[in-house]
């Protein structure tokens, strides 16, 4: 099966691109995932992952390789690989290639996947479940990753903020200039304090799981609402 999914980034390019070199920063931000307490990455080796999921009475947990590839000419990677769940006998195997793009909010990442599973959860494999889980799990994964990355101002706000300072004065803005030198003096420990910057997002635990049932629900719950 293949789905294609994209979503965008309030960085800049450069930004996002080296967030996609730190390997154990994108296994984070991905609900569910992890990599083997104690194991070491290399870069091009093989990363050892593991994938919890759960939907309603059913759990499972798998356990794989992956390896992820990225040209630095075109901002563009892949990630390959394969995990096997034990308990249900249930095997999976894919790629997801990605694709980094300006655009005038920061990043636009594209995304094709294609993955086959087999086993006991090949009966969960249904187009319209699994793209509305890949919907949802991918807009959880962009909301992690943007509370990780430190925002950039778009150069479209940029030329703006320079045209505004560049703006002649006018009478008003004069005026005020010059009653600003009648003020009294306001020394620096007077001054408000600057507003403390916005901590990083915690990671998710590593044991954790992710939840299926309650993506199909949050998926169901979008779909009405834009019905509406």
Not at 14 to 27: C, G
Request: hydrophobic share 45%; glycine share 8%; aromatic share 6%.
């Amino acid at each position: 099966m293949q789905l294609e999914q994209a979503f965008t980034l309030a960085a800049a390019p450069a930004r996002v691109w080296q967030a996609f070199h730190d390997v154990r920063l994108l296994v984070e931000c991905l609900p569910g995932a992890s990599i083997k307490p104690g194991a070491e990455i290399a870069e091009g080796a093989e990363i050892p992952l593991l994938f919890k999921i759960k939907l309603g009475p059913i759990a499972a947990g798998f356990a794989g390789q992956g390896q992820l590839t990225l040209d630095e000419g075109s901002q563009a990677g892949s990630f390959a690989g394969g995990a096997v769940d034990a308990k249900t006998n249930s095997r999976v195997k894919g790629q997801a290639r990605f694709a980094l793009l300006p655009d005038p909010v920061g990043t636009r990442v594209t995304l094709t996947v294609e993955f086959a599973i087999t086993g006991a959860l090949a009966q969960f494999s249904r187009e319209g479940i699994v793209r509305a889980l890949a919907e949802q799990l991918t807009k959880q994964f962009a909301d992690n990753l943007q509370a990780r990355l430190p925002q950039d101002v778009p150069e479209q706000a940029q030329a703006q903020a320079g045209t505004q300072e560049a703006a002649p004065q006018t009478a008003e803005s004069l005026a005020a200039e010059a009653s600003v030198g009648c003020a009294p003096t306001v020394f620096p420990g007077a001054l408000p304090a600057a507003p403390a910057s916005k901590p990083r997002a915690a990671a998710p635990a590593p044991d954790a799981a992710i939840d299926l049932w309650s993506l199909l629900k949050l998926w169901f719950r979008g779909l009405f609402a834009r019905r509406g």
